[in-house]
């Protein structure tokens, strides 16, 4: 569970801990919108800064976000790659001639046996994954041989191409931070106040903002419970002898679907009980409700609205006007 940040609420005392859920929820829309609106990698670089201050005051664990990132890591991968692969433009920073013949096939195909044979026994497989990838890398520069040579070419690195990757690569990571920020800084009930209290204007064009809300909260809350009963179910049938990273493709197949079948049936399980609950509590749909805790802004909550709004209109200006 220490891995899926999307969701889950760990408790804490710092300052984010203690504003109002309507803030956050207002801070982490105007942080993204601020993310996409800067204009050149130089500001990205010290808002990414203003970001790791933020982060860190927060004394929100680092591992915890890093642990959140892995999911996507080979999405961040082949962004940065295709990024390379893809800008021409520019100062050219340095080229590498590359070269596909027999050998290098032959070296490329003991690298993917070993990769196949060995990465079971690796407990960090990301990590592993990135060497063997980095490893055929070299085998196609630096095996410079003409015997039985296919193709030549030249795989050429530019500064823009570096340049649009870093500032792709540091606005997933920053969207990630942000978000991570407000699931594990405030719980599901309080997500879901405050997205009833933000969406109140639609009331007006008889949209059920209590029912929209109430699901993007449950939705949150869900991913992981229902993530630990998928680890329960695989650890179970692990116990029978299935392997689900060793397997040929059809078997892989037929595993999947003997995983989603229990998981169905769990979550429609999950979702009745819970039904039962909130009736049983007294919750009708699109029905008024009064609320234990009422939600207020305090002296922190409007210093935040005042230096994110400064911060928002820094980039505009620097965008638009600089």
Request: glycine letters at 4%; hydrophobic letters at 55%; proline letters at 2%.
């Amino acid at each position: 569970m220490n891995n899926i940040t999307i969701g889950q609420y760990v408790p804490g005392n710092s300052w984010i801990y203690k504003l109002d859920p309507r803030t956050k929820v207002i801070l982490a829309i105007l942080f993204i919108v601020m993310i996409f609106l800067v204009p050149t990698l130089e500001a990205m670089l010290i808002a990414f800064g203003v970001f790791l201050i933020i982060f860190l005051s927060t004394r929100v664990s680092v591992i915890r976000l890093i642990r959140g990132l892995k999911p996507i890591l080979f999405l961040l991968a082949f962004t940065f790659i295709l990024q390379l692969i893809y800008n021409k433009e520019g100062k050219l920073l340095y080229s590498f001639p590359m070269q596909i013949g027999l050998f290098q096939l032959f070296i490329m195909i003991g690298i993917v046996l070993l990769y196949a044979v060995t990465k079971k026994y690796i407990r960090l497989k990301m990590i592993y994954t990135l060497l063997m990838a980095v490893s055929i890398f070299l085998v196609l520069w630096m095996s410079r041989f003409d015997i039985c040579s296919w193709s030549d070419f030249t795989f050429d690195i530019y500064e823009t191409g570096v340049t649009n990757a870093s500032f792709v690569f540091i606005r997933i990571i920053m969207m990630i931070g942000f978000t991570t920020l407000l699931t594990i800084s405030t719980m599901s009930t309080d997500i879901n106040n405050g997205l009833e209290w933000l969406l109140a204007p639609l009331k007006l064009i008889k949209i059920s903002v209590s029912v929209f809300s109430m699901t993007i909260a449950l939705t949150l809350r869900f991913i992981p419970t229902l993530y630990e009963e998928s680890r329960k179910i695989m650890n179970a049938q692990a116990s029978r002898g299935v392997d689900f990273s060793e397997a040929k493709l059809h078997n892989k197949v037929t595993q999947i679907i003997s995983l989603l079948i229990p998981m169905f049936v769990i979550s429609f399980r999950r979702a009745e009980d819970l039904s039962n609950a909130m009736e049983a509590r007294g919750y009708v749909i699109g029905a008024k409700r009064t609320k234990l805790d009422e939600l207020k802004f305090r002296f922190l909550d409007y210093f935040c609205f005042i230096l994110s709004l400064s911060l928002l209109g820094l980039v505009i200006w620097s965008r638009f006007l600089g």
